[in-house]
C-alpha cells in the first residue's frame, strides 16, 4: 500500500480492521489512514469491530467525521457509494481533501444487492452516442431502439471498405465469459481478415420477450443494458430487442455487413431459427460456443449453495476453462492497433480490490467513477477460499472466470489474482 501511495498521487484504499478492535481503537487506525492519501475510498465491512463503530457512534458518517477531525484537516464526503447487505453490512465511502464531486456515485439505501442502476449509464469512453436512441421499426413484430452515434457517421463507416458493422444479440443476463468471449471472438475474426475497423453493435433481448420466450431474466433491462454498454468490445447498442428472427432486413436498417451468434443456434415460439434468414441471404457469421459456463449453469450453481440444486452434491461443477491464452485475450485491448498501457508510464493509479462476482451494474458504476481518479486502473481479486473463509461460502463464479471476467471492462487496465482480505 505504502509502495503505491509513494509511487503515485492518487491512491484507493479499502480499510478494515480486527475483529478484536473496539470503537476508539477503529477510531484512530481510521485516522492513520486518512493521513495517507488526499483522496481515499474506505470500505466499511461486515466484521466484529463494525458493530461496536454503530453501537458507539450511531452511523457510518459520524464515525468518518470524528475520524477526520483527528487529521486536523478538512475532508469532503460522498456517499455511501454502495450500501450493501448481500454478504452482511457493508458500506463504501468516498474521502477527499479537494473539492468534493460533482454529484454522488450512487446511493441505494436498503438496498439487497450490492447496487441497483435505476437507469441507463452515460455515454463513455470513446464513444460518441446520440443523447436520444432512434426507434426503428423493421417489421410490425421488429420494433427496438438503436444507441447510434450520428447518421453521418454511420453513413461514413457503411462506405468504408476498410471498415465494417456487425451486430450480435442476446439475452447477456447475469452477463458472464460466455458472452465476453462471443464478443471478443466477433470483433476479432474480422479484424484478422484484414479490415482496419470492426463496430460492433450488441442487441439486448427486453425482459418481455425473453419472459414470453424461456422465463423471466434474472437481471432487468437497465441492469443487463448498463453491464453491457460498459464492454470494452461494444460500440453501439440496441434495446427492447423482441425475440424474433434477426433478419437481413434488419441489418440493413442497422447498416451492419454480418450478424453474429454462437454455435447454440436459438429457435424462436414460431418454429424458425432465429438466424436462418440471414444465413439464406449470406449475411450471417458462426462462433464458437464456450463450454462450461453458461446463465443457467450459473444458476445452477447459486442453487447448489442454497441446497436446492439438483443432482449430487459431490459431483463437480462444470466451470469455464481458463488459460494464460485466454486470459491475455481477455486482457488485450479491443482493437489491436492500440497500445496496451503500462503499469510503468501511469502517473496516477487507482487500485480497487473486490470479489466482482456475477458482473452488475455496481461494479460498473464503481469501476467507472473509480478510473476518473487516475490514469491506470488496477483491480484486486479476491481468491475463492479467502471468499469462502470470510463469507462462509465460495464465489458463484471462480476466481479464473472473476479474473476474466474484470478486464472486458473498458475502465480497466490489468487485474492481480489471490488477493487476502485486510
Known amino acids: 500500500m505504502l509502495r503505491g501511495h509513494e509511487m503515485c498521487a492518487s491512491c484507493i484504499f479499502v480499510a478494515s480492521c480486527s475483529g478484536a478492535m473496539f470503537a476508539q481503537g477503529s477510531l484512530q487506525l481510521m485516522a492513520a489512514l486518512l493521513k495517507l492519501a488526499p483522496r481515499i475510498f474506505v470500505e ?18 459520524v464515525f468518518l467525521q470524528a475520524a477526520t477531525k483527528l487529521t486536523g484537516k478538512q475532508w469532503n464526503f460522498l456517499g455511501p457509494l454502495v450500501m450493501s447487505e448481500w454478504y452482511g453490512r457493508r458500506e463504501l465511502w468516498l474521502l ?9 456515485i450512487l446511493s441505494a439505501p436498503g438496498c439487497l444487492r450490492e447496487a441497483v442502476f435505476p437507469c441507463l449509464l452515460p455515454a463513455v469512453g470513446g464513444r460518441t452516442i446520440a443523447a436520444e436512441p432512434a426507434k426503428l421499426e423493421v417489421s ?9 452515434p450520428s447518421w453521418a457517421a454511420v453513413e461514413e463507416q457503411s462506405a468504408d471498405p476498410e471498415t465494417v458493422r456487425i451486430f450480435l444479440n442476446g439475452c447477456f443476463d447475469l452477463m458472464h465469459v ?11 475474426l474480422f479484424f484478422q481478415q484484414g479490415y482496419k475497423k470492426v463496430v460492433m453493435l450488441a442487441g439486448i433481448h427486453s425482459d418481455e420477450a425473453i ?10 433491462d437497465n441492469e443487463r443494458v448498463a453491464v453491457l454498454e460498459a464492454t470494452k468490445w461494444v460500440d453501439e447498442f440496441v ?18 455487413r454480418w450478424i453474429c451468434h454462437g454455435d447454440d443456434m436459438p429457435i424462436c415460439k414460431d418454429g424458425d431459427g432465429m438466424y436462418s434468414d440471414a444465413i439464406e441471404h449470406g449475411r450471417f457469421q458462426m462462433l464458437k460456443r464456450t463450454e462450461g459456463i453458461s446463465t443457467t449453469q450459473i444458476i445452477e450453481r447459486l442453487l ?3 441446497g436446492l440444486g ?6 463437480a461443477m462444470e466451470t469455464a476453462l481458463a488459460t494464460t491464452q485466454r486470459l491475455g485475450q481477455f486482457a488485450a485491448p479491443a482493437d489491436p492497433e492500440q497500445g496496451v498501457k503500462l503499469l510503468t508510464s501511469a502517473k496516477h493509479v487507482v487500485y480497487v480490490p473486490g470479489i466482482f462476482d456475477l458482473v452488475h451494474p455496481g461494479h460498473v458504476s464503481i469501476l467507472q467513477h473509480a478510473a476518473k481518479l487516475g490514469d491506470y486502473l488496477l483491480v484486486g481479486l479476491y481468491s475463492d477460499e479467502t471468499v469462502r473463509q470470510h463469507r462462509g461460502t465460495p464465489p458463484v463464479l471462480t476466481m479464473l472466470e472473476r479474473a476474466m471476467a474484470v478486464p472486458t471492462s473498458e475502465h480497466t487496465h490489468t487485474d492481480t489474482l489471490d488477493l487476502s482480505f485486510l
Open 140 to 148: 410490425d413484430e421488429l420494433k427496438f431502439f438503436w444507441h447510434r
Open 310 to 315: 439438483s443432482g449430487c452434491e459431490a459431483e
Open 178 to 188: 460466455g458472452h465476453f468471449n462471443a464478443l471478443r471472438q466477433a470483433k476479432r
Open 304 to 306: 447448489r449453495q442454497q
Open 211 to 220: 419472459t414470453r420466450q424461456k422465463g423471466p431474466p434474472m437481471m432487468s
Open 44 to 61: 466499511l465491512p461486515d466484521q466484529p469491530w463494525l458493530q461496536h463503530v454503530y453501537d458507539h457512534f450511531g452511523t457510518a458518517r
Open 239 to 256: 434495446t427492447h430487442l423482441p425475440y424474433v428472427s434477426m433478419s437481413s432486413q434488419m441489418a440493413d436498417a442497422l447498416r451492419v
Open 96 to 104: 477527499e481533501e479537494e473539492p468534493p464531486l460533482a454529484a454522488p
